[in-house]
């Protein structure tokens, strides 16, 4: 075979791989702009059902805006009858490219109501998504910021250690929306 021949067949190769990877993208660009607003709705919902879920007799939430959070927490929500708050967490456990989403709903008097723990998909099974159990959930029902009572669980040190360490920041959050309430019925 000459050496023209070769050099269109190697160019040939990579023309013909290109083309593929480049129908490959958009074909990727294409179910990810079907799937997307479904991804997303499936989220709020999810993220509706743990709200209610931790805060029960709720009148709806309200996002409180312009206060600050720490790294974990991502939302701060506030029961419109006055029942309680509730913090979204975002923990990074084992594996911190998957990090869970944690609600968490406190009482007016800052004890916690409930948490609930809406993904652990980076967890393993079995180990770290033992977060997800009540056995683990339960324990921070009516505790307040020291967690005084609350015990990581053997084998899952990691998952379980960041989940506490996020609501134990969570309260900071808290405080600061407890604050920035007070503040605006202040000024009604």
Same mark, same amino acid.
């Given at each position: 075979?000459?050496?023209?021949?070769? *050099?269109?067949?190697?160019?040939?190769?990579?023309? #013909?791989? @290109?083309?593929?990877?480049?129908?490959? &993208? #958009?074909? *990727?660009? &294409?179910?990810?702009?079907?799937?997307?607003?479904? !991804?997303?709705?499936?989220?709020?919902?999810?993220?509706?059902?743990?709200?209610?879920?931790?805060?029960?007799?709720?009148?709806?939430?309200?996002?409180?805006?312009?206060?600050?959070?720490?790294?974990?927490?991502?939302?701060?929500?506030?029961?419109?009858?006055?029942?309680?708050?509730?913090?979204?967490?975002? @923990?990074?456990?084992?594996?911190?490219?998957?990090? *869970?989403?944690?609600?968490?709903?406190?009482?007016?008097?800052?004890?916690?109501?409930?948490?609930? !723990?809406?993904?652990?998909?980076?967890?393993?099974?079995?180990?770290?998504?033992?977060? =997800?159990?009540?056995?683990?959930?339960?324990?921070?029902?009516?505790? =307040?910021? =020291?967690?005084?009572?609350?015990?990581?669980?053997?084998?899952?040190? #990691?998952?379980?250690? &960041? @989940?506490?360490? &996020? #609501?134990?920041?969570?309260? =900071?959050?808290?405080?600061?929306?407890?604050?920035?309430?007070?503040?605006?019925?202040?000024?009604?």
């Amino acid at each position: 075979m000459s050496k023209t021949k070769k *050099m269109n067949t190697s160019v040939k190769s990579i023309i #013909v791989l @290109v083309a593929i990877c480049l129908f490959i &993208a #958009v074909a *990727m660009a &294409a179910v990810n702009m079907v799937t997307a607003p479904r !991804i997303e709705e499936q989220q709020r919902k999810a993220e509706q059902e743990a709200l209610a879920a931790v805060v029960p007799d709720n009148g709806g939430f309200e996002k409180i805006e312009n206060i600050d959070l720490p790294e974990s927490v991502s939302a701060v929500y506030r029961d419109k009858d006055g029942e309680g708050l509730v913090a979204m967490l975002t @923990v990074k456990g084992y594996d911190s490219s998957k990090p *869970m989403s944690v609600a968490v709903g406190y009482k007016n008097d800052g004890s916690i109501t409930k948490m609930v !723990i809406i993904s652990a998909s980076g967890e393993t099974s079995g180990i770290g998504s033992k977060v =997800t159990l009540p056995d683990f959930t339960s324990q921070f029902e009516g505790k =307040t910021e =020291t967690l005084e009572g609350v015990d990581a669980i053997s084998g899952a040190t #990691v998952s379980s250690g &960041a @989940v506490i360490d &996020a #609501v134990k920041e969570s309260f =900071t959050a808290i405080n600061s929306a407890v604050n920035s309430v007070k503040e605006a019925q202040g000024n009604e």
